[in-house]
């Protein structure tokens, strides 16, 4: 790990490696250092799911960076393939979006004025209209509940374990330099630039080494806080807790996402069902709960009854990166004119990781942009994005 790297990347969840495969392909010599194994944090955790983007120009920064990941994830998935031959299971699957409170049917209503101008295509459904999507759904719907069913045909999915496995491939294949089980120890600085990296094994067969490269991007997801505090820097990333079931069918009920409130299912091409999720701010505790587990299970069985008779695979947690404003941090980390961050994504590091890839290669190389990136800099004030966003990728 002695030798001297164009670019060290601190983080192996989907923002870094996706930061190291956009710098590996313009031929810098790459490293990527992660503490854990790598992709097997908040990013594996996660459910994929890809609400559509902007279809004409955008002035807000965030649905500008949503935008260009929507542009960006079937060119990628398409490339990944290519060059892996790992299929991510990107698919343009559509979403349906469900409302049973009167509180629900609100946030649906400011979701169709969003909708309408982004200019994402949507349609409000009959119960009559679902039941033919989804016959197993129906048994929910009831004419008292004043239930509301909208349908956007552009959200999209991917299966995030094996979107890191093409990621990893594809770093592997560029000739990245991956160190696992790795922790940044300590920066040496000089000045208005970092110099090196002290590494500390988490293995006991690995020993302490320094890493020195011309540029360093900190993409350490949750874990960003503690490691900038050692440079005197103060970024608002906090970890908020989700938790997820995995149901294993012999076939999918439903092909699309269903999305209820801050809840979820999403299908996978092999017939499982992923069920989230939630928002907890517990610190560094990532655990399962009994209470979140039973939630969880009764909304599945209340949406899908057959989740009743299906086999519970899985339970588990990740750790998002929360960011005070809701802006993930992008750009150059000040006062160091050689230090990057790209962190803080919150419960959209999967579905913004495309862009933060290009955008931050781009930035690194001293290009201009192909979004400003002055509205997520690290020292700024709340910066309030000019559109309701009502629905959120996990």
Known sequence: MNSHFDLAVLGGGVVGLSIAAQCAKR??????????????????????????????????????????????????????????????EYRRSGGLYVARSPAERATLKANCYWWDELGIGYQRLSQDRVSRLSPVLFPLWDDSQETQFYWVQRDAKLRNTRHLAALKAACEILNVKLFDHTEVIGFHTQGSEIQGLDCGATLSNQVQSRVVADRYCIATGAWTAPLLGSLGIDAGIYPVRGQMQLYRFDQAPFRFVLNEGHRYMVPREDGRVLVGSCEEEVGFVKATTQEMMRQLTQWAIGVCPAIAEAELEMQWSGLRPGSIDGFPYLGTLHPYKNAFIAAGHFRHGLHWSTATGLLMAQHMAGESASIDLEPFRIQRGNVPSQTARAVDSP
Not at 32 to 44: A, C, D, N, Q, T
Not at 64 to 81: K, M, N, V
């Open 27 to 88: 031929n810098w010599r790459v490293c990527l250092v992660e503490r854990g194994e790598i992709g097997k944090e908040s990013s594996w955790a996660g459910a994929g799911i890809l609400p559509a983007g902007a279809t004409h120009h955008v002035d807000d920064p965030i649905e500008q960076l949503r935008q260009l990941s929507d542009q960006l994830h079937e060119q990628w998935a398409r490339w990944l393939f290519e060059l892996t031959k790992i299929d991510n």
